[in-house]
C-alpha cells in the first residue's frame, strides 16, 4: 500500500480539524496588518522567503508551508500561527557567496565568512538585526556594482542582478515595539523581543 506524502497528510489534517482556518482561531489584528504594510513598503520580496512554516496542531508533528504573508498580494494568515521559520530568502546567502573577497577586505575591512554569519544571524532573530544587516548591504558601493562579484555563469549573473536590483529598493524599516508571534501576548517581557518572528 503506497504512503501518503507527510505534506498531503498534514493537509488532510489542516481541512479535518480546521486548525489554521477556523472561525474559532482565525482573527485579524491589526498590528499584524501594520506590520505587514510596513515590510511591503521597504522590503523587496526578492529578500523574503516565498513560502513560510504554520503550525497546524500542538500535539502534532505536522506542519505545512504557506506563501510569505510579508509579500505583496499574498493572502493574510495570523502570525501568531508561525512556526519555527525563516522569513529571509537563502538567495541572500548566495549572492552573498559571489561577493569578490578582496574587494569586501577593501570596502569593509571584513571576510566573506563574518558577513555569512551575520546573514545567518539574521536568519535565526527574525527581524531584530534586519536593519543592521541592510546598513552594512547600504554602507558602500561594493554590493551595488556587479563587477564587484564573482561570476562564473549565466545563472549566477541573473541571481547577482536581481539581488542589485532588490538591494536598490529596500530600506530600513521603522522601529517597531512589537512581537509578530506574540502578538496576544503583550507583557513587557514578550514586547521587548521586538521583531523576533521565530518560536
Known amino acids: 500500500m503506497p504512503m501518503i506524502h507527510k505534506t498531503l497528510l498534514a493537509l488532510i489534517f489542516q481541512f479535518i480539524h480546521s486548525d489554521i482556518i477556523s472561525t ?5 489584528n ?3 496588518l501594520a506590520f505587514i504594510e ?3 513598503k521597504n522590503i523587496d520580496s526578492f529578500f523574503l522567503r516565498k513560502y513560510v512554516r504554520y503550525k497546524i496542531e500542538e500535539q502534532l508533528s505536522f506542519h505545512i508551508e504557506l506563501e510569505n504573508p510579508l509579500i505583496i498580494g499574498n493572502s493574510y494568515i495570523p502570525f501568531k500561527f508561525l512556526f519555527q521559520t525563516h522569513m529571509f530568502s537563502d538567495c541572500i546567502l548566495m549572492a552573498l557567496h559571489y561577493v569578490n573577497s578582496t574587494k569586501l577586505q577593501k570596502y569593509l575591512r571584513t571576510y566573506k565568512k563574518v ?3 551575520k546573514f545567518i544571524f539574521l536568519q535565526e532573530t527574525g527581524f531584530n538585526s534586519y536593519n543592521d544587516f541592510i546598513r552594512i548591504l547600504k554602507k558602500t558601493e561594493l554590493f551595488y556594482n556587479i563587477d564587484n562579484y564573482d561570476i562564473y555563469n549565466h545563472m549566477s549573473r541573473a541571481l547577482v542582478m536581481q539581488f542589485i536590483q532588490a538591494l536598490k ?3 530600513e524599516i521603522p522601529f517597531f515595539i512589537y512581537n ?3 502578538a496576544n501576548d503583550l ?6 523581543d521586538h521583531l523576533y518572528l521565530s518560536l
Open 24 to 28: 474559532r482561531d482565525f482573527e485579524i
Open 30 to 32: 491589526q498590528l499584524d
Open 38 to 40: 510596513v515590510c511591503q
Open 115 to 117: 558577513l555569512i554569519r
Open 169 to 171: 529598493r529596500t530600506s
Open 180 to 182: 509578530p508571534v506574540a
Open 187 to 192: 507583557r513587557p517581557s514578550r514586547i521587548l
